[in-house]
């Protein structure tokens, strides 16, 4: 045969791993999906509408959604990662391969759509370039356990801490 199913992924008999088409699919979280639509949709009123109005205050729409879009597409960006790579954290292999390019060729193609966006003039700042590098960043992280990227980012926070002089409270 030209390949073997496991699962969702296909291995071809030349050792290249790809998503199989006929792939089983998990239900989508109607949640997730809506907040996702939510954030796009702030995203694009701030991209498309203007920023301010004849008396150069803000506009509703940037009232509403500058920033807080960017955060929930940020926050989305990490669950969504969390969920497309589940699998690749409990199993070793050609699933973590086959996830770490995955989420390399999704960070670059978002780091090039960012910067041709970027030569647009727009009122909104772009941050699809920042999120490309932060999804490139995270594929080393992708066979790391849970436990050990808690422990991590616990002793980064209180090393963050005691370098900002800030006193904890008790």
Request: hydrophobic share 50%; charged share 15%; aromatic share 8%.
């Amino acid at each position: 045969t030209p390949g073997t199913r496991q699962g969702r992924w296909t291995t071809p008999a030349d050792g290249i791993y790809c998503m199989s088409s006929v792939a089983t699919s998990r239900p989508r979280l109607s949640g997730v999906d809506a907040a996702r639509g939510l954030a796009l949709f702030g995203m694009m009123a701030i991209h498309v509408l203007p920023a301010g109005g004849e008396d150069f205050e803000p506009t509703l729409t940037w009232l509403l959604f500058a920033g807080k879009s960017a955060a929930l597409f940020a926050l989305l960006a990490g669950v969504t990662l969390a969920f497309t790579t589940r699998r690749a954290r409990t199993e070793r292999g050609y699933v973590l391969t086959a996830a770490r390019w995955s989420v390399a060729a999704r960070a670059g193609l978002v780091t090039a759509l960012g910067l041709a966006i970027a030569y647009v003039d727009m009122d909104a700042f772009i941050i699809l370039a920042y999120y490309g590098a932060m999804f490139l960043l995270a594929v080393p992280l992708l066979g790391v356990s849970t436990r050990t990227l808690l422990v991590a980012a616990a002793a980064r926070l209180d090393k963050a801490r005691g370098q900002s002089g800030q006193v904890p409270h008790t």
